[in-house]
């Protein structure tokens, strides 16, 4: 066997390894950390290659590949969307990404994105709650309480100073599932029965519910004034979560509108109607929330940028430590023209 | 450590493994197979997705990703070009690929491509030459003796009766490692000092240079009638390897128009310049080779497709052999609803 040379080998970090990187961090610092190198980048939006995503469709599913780059590194995440996998004991979102050097076109990262994906979401939603939300919000609704939902508590208290969360979902089991995962956290648990309940006394209120038809989770009359919406379940066309009048009455806030305008709950509203990006906001150049009144919404539908972020951050991550494996990935003859003499040399 | 389910492993084929494979079945057996997988799916090509590829430039090179589907496996390639990287000993090119189950979304295969895609290649060019070039061609002229033609050289020996080869290069020394390293197969080698030598009594000349600017590797009164021409190197804009004098002169085949017309040596001629799609000549809906004093000209630029063929056919191949590692990278939680419970399980 010939030992294959030092950049020809990538790290991988395993779904394995994700959870002990996880666990050796601790998650409130991840999230934090997270949120911080998605900061970064939202600080140098212009810079970024804005790829729309490109998507392979079927009958049962859709196939997804979600490139960008900051002219540095390279990345893309693979992301499958098949909501009846669940009947068959398969995940629904199933993800991983990669990261490459811009100057050589090596990868130097493969890893799992399911859960890394999960932290990001939950990350980037805190982040922008943080520029949004009223400053004394310290109670909030979880309604749809999924897969993403303890991520999303936790991001809230690690960067929000959320100290209460007020758990709602059409399946009682589930509430039960998230309030069981949280009970022993530092947050305060509410399971509530009903979306009304769930939504008293909140201040910010989270969507995460996994309806594919056009949904309504939210109606008009439940929305005061003064409230955060962070609405994360419309993702797609035809998937949204909140009545139109609740839309008239905020202030928007989006990652990139021209894939928002698709796939968000703004797919409702004329084209035309106004939005803010969300990384104007961070770099002061337009208003967050313009007063104690204002019902702000974050209508997130999960942009490449973001997993852009996270790669970058598991890549200095993992540096010194045993969480990542070589993979024996590229080939790497001695002399680039004799890609063939390698392998002959590799007959035994 | 939670156990992943049999579904949540990856099957991976490193670059030794690959290497090992090509040595278990034979490079001659190989590239017949290959061919067959490639041929097969030529002949369903209208059911294929066909994305163009997804690219990300920068100063000094590409990022490509290469999709598409077939309606029950998804496949793509990440594949580099970075000319510059010869002078600091790394790859011009590197690639891997992934295939996935479109009924799923999960992946099924990962493995390494930089091999794989010079077989594919050379099997795609053997395959076209079976449909166009003459009957009773034994000698072909290998002009450009680099990564890439060793293969070429071996594939039309074991697809189309080639004998003898006549191998030029700029650089003798590349010469010399082509003549080495074919030196124990059935081929016979002739080393030559000019492309004109090359020529001499070939009745295939293959072009595979990597020339970047506009490159005049074949001028007009070097190609007489009832040549095929295989020419591979011409394959990104600004990067061509004919005279446009022999392209008047040529039946003109091509893998996909859209992108050759971008790409190929064909990117000399107007847009509307006529050419034969290589699919319908091997189901037979166009005609290949006219007759016996014909010019034929294969414009090749690699295309998605033949990618998805090699990963079909490295999936088939590695079943039951231990030439794949399972690799960790899909999460897969007892419930799908409870990603945050495994990740909890997970400390230690």
Known sequence: MTQPSHKALVPFVSVDNMMRLIHHIGI???????????????????????TPRVASHSDVGVIELMPTSDGEAYGFKYVNGHPKNTREGLQTVTAFGLLADVHTGY????????????????????????YLAPRDARVMAMIGNGAQSEFQCLAFHALCGVETVR???????????????????ALSVVPCTSPEEAIEGAQIITT????????????D??????????????????KTELAPAILKRSDIFVEYPEQTRIEGEIQQMPADHPVTELW????????????????????SVGFAIEDFSALRYIRDRIKGTDMFEPLDMLADP??????????Q???V
Chains 1, 2 share one sequence.
């Open 28 to 50: 409130e610092p991840m999230l934090r950390e997270l949120a911080g190198y998605i900061e970064e980048d939202f600080k140098r939006w212009e810079l970024f290659d804005k």
């Open 107 to 130: 990868p130097v990262l493969l890893t799992e994105m399911t859960i890394l994906t999960a932290m990001r979401t939950a990350a980037m939603s805190a982040l922008a709650a943080r």
């Open 167 to 185: 758990l709602y979902d059409t399946d009682p089991a589930a509430t039960a599932k998230t309030a069981r995962n949280l009970a022993k956290t």
């Open 208 to 219: 995460c519910t996994a309806d594919k038809q056009y949904a309504t989770i939210l109606t």
């Open 221 to 238: 009359n439940m929305v005061g004034s003064g409230v955060h919406i962070n609405a994360i379940g419309g993702d797609c066309p035809g």
């Open 280 to 299: 104007q906001v961070i770099t002061g150049q337009a208003k967050g929330r313009r007063d104690a009144r204002a019902i702000t919404l974050f209508d």
């Open 334 to 343: 001695d002399d680039p023209r004799d890609l063939f003499g390698m392998v």
């Open 345 to 347: 040399r590799a007959k």
